[in-house]
């Protein structure tokens, strides 16, 4: 974003910018009571949010506001800092030093939020002009942004990213600190870091109304499969255009009459093709795993609900027989709504017949179906203890399997995909990718 973008938008966005003798008012410094300057602080608060929000900045530095936004032939605002301080006091802005620190305790993160909150108010306006400040408005919505997107790819109540993820999401390293800072002290998001082969960094996301859980080993698993999988994807992405390059050149050197050459392409495309079955098996391990660990949290809350079934029908002292007649009842109704529905959909109307002899005869048959549907319907919910804890262990044992097979430990399988990575860079199975769960 320029200078010239900026001066553009705001003589598009105020009409009377060129106005010398306005803007002259404008440009001085405030004076008296905020009474007096009120409308004038209005004025740049507003144009400075308007701006900030159009060219989407999240974070600035105050001396790119004053020196560079507003600057009219060398002149510039007198007002600005007096501006910002106000801006600053109210929240609107936030300094970067005063940002939470995400990878502190929830503990310490709330003594920083009470000590800066007290050291707020005491800060003079040459200080605040010193540190890059944060549009506070701006960040919320990112980070409300940010939430949506991950929502929109996992049904789980949480989810666990990489850090890199995020950082692409929010647009940059420092935008991520930002919103990060500010999901952290919102309780919507915890960091989290392990140390494995590499240093791999990410944060568990709440995608619910309730704050995120607290971090287990079972979620720093979970984070090392992700980035794993991030990893091999991106080795895919590269070799694909290796891949590319590659077919295209034994082409060239084929159609040149150059067969030398275009063997040599030829046998580099046949190595990185026995690479990418390799790579695109380990995917599909990785993929295999993070899925039963997406279904484990869905088998659970379906073993949540038989408990809950079974606890009702004991509360309210209903027998097995009454959910079986219920449930006849419900299949009952739900079959003749369906052939009511394909008669309508397939008998073709009589022109001779009225309107409203359709309109009645409809009614009837709609006051038939609700009078089925109003029936106190309960679910079938009559399994014993010992069947649910059946369903429980069977999924425990079904999630520890897949991770037996995966083998992404210290020993021979994660030797075995070093060598992968190493000898030949495999390109992107494009198959897979339509199997791939969305990389959290």
């Known amino acids: 974003m320029g200078s010239s ?26 004076s008296g009571q905020r009474s007096d300057w009120e409308p004038k602080f209005q004025f740049w608060r507003d144009l400075i949010l308007k701006i900030a929000c159009h060219f989407d900045l999240l974070i600035i530095h105050p001396s790119k506001i004053k020196n560079e936004w507003f600057n009219r032939g060398g002149l510039t605002p007198l007002c600005l800092d007096h ?48 540190d890059h400040v944060i549009f506070a408005t701006l960040m919320k919505d990112k980070a409300g942004e940010v939430v949506k997107c991950l929502s929109e790819s996992h049904w789980t109540s949480s989810c666990i990213i990489t850090m890199k993820k995020f950082q692409d999401m929010c647009g940059g390293k420092d935008e991520a600190s930002a919103v990060l800072s500010y999901l952290s002290g919102c309780g919507k998001a915890q960091y989290l870091s392990i140390t494995k082969k590499d240093y791999i960094e990410g944060l568990k996301v709440s995608l619910s109304p309730a704050s995120v859980s607290s971090i287990s080993s079972f ?61 695109t098996s380990l995917l599909n391990r990785v993929e295999e795993v993070l899925c039963v660990i997406e279904n484990s949290e869905s088998t659970k809350k379906v073993s949540e609900a038989i408990q809950i079934g079974a606890q009702a029908i004991k509360k309210n002292k209903i027998n097995v027989e009454e959910v079986q007649i219920c449930l006849e009842e419900l299949e009952h109704s739900i079959d003749m709504q369906k052939q009511v529905e394909k008669v309508l959909e397939s008998a073709p109307l009589d022109p ?27 679910p079938k919910t009559g399994l014993n203890e010992a069947a649910r804890e059946t369903l429980s262990s069977e999924s425990t044992e079904s999630l520890s399997a897949a991770f037996s097979s995966l083998g992404l430990g210290d020993g021979p399988a994660r030797a075995s995909a070093s060598g992968i990575q190493s000898s030949v860079e495999p390109f992107s199975n494009k198959e897979s990718d339509s199997r791939m769960p969305e990389a959290a």
């Not at 290796?242 to 295209?248: A, D, V």
């Not at 034994?250 to 067969?259: E, I, V």
């Not at 001779?352 to 309960?378: M, T, Y």
């Open 5 to 30: 973008s900026v001066s553009e938008f705001i003589t598009n966005e105020v009409p009377d910018w060129s106005d010398d003798v306005v803007t002259s008012a404008r440009f001085k410094a405030f």
């Open 83 to 130: 501006v910002l301080f106000v801006m600053y006091n109210e929240g609107d802005i936030i300094r970067s030093a005063d940002l939470v620190d995400p990878t502190s305790g929830r503990l310490s993160q709330l003594f920083w939020k009470v000590r800066r909150l007290v050291a707020g108010t005491t800060i003079p306006p040459e200080v605040l002009l010193k």
């Open 219 to 279: 979620d720093c698993d979970v984070l090392h499969l992700v980035w794993t999988m991030e990893k091999l994807q991106q080795q895919l992405d590269v070799t694909d255009r290796q891949y590319e390059m590659s077919r295209k050149s034994a082409l060239t050197s084929l159609q040149s009459g150059n067969k030398t050459v275009a063997l040599r392409h030829a046998k580099q495309l046949k190595l990185a093709k026995e690479s990418r079955e390799k790579c």
């Open 352 to 378: 001779e017949i009225d309107d409203e002899d359709i309109e009645e005869e409809f009614k009837k048959l709609q006051l038939e179906v609700e009078s089925e549907n109003s029936r106190v319907l309960i």
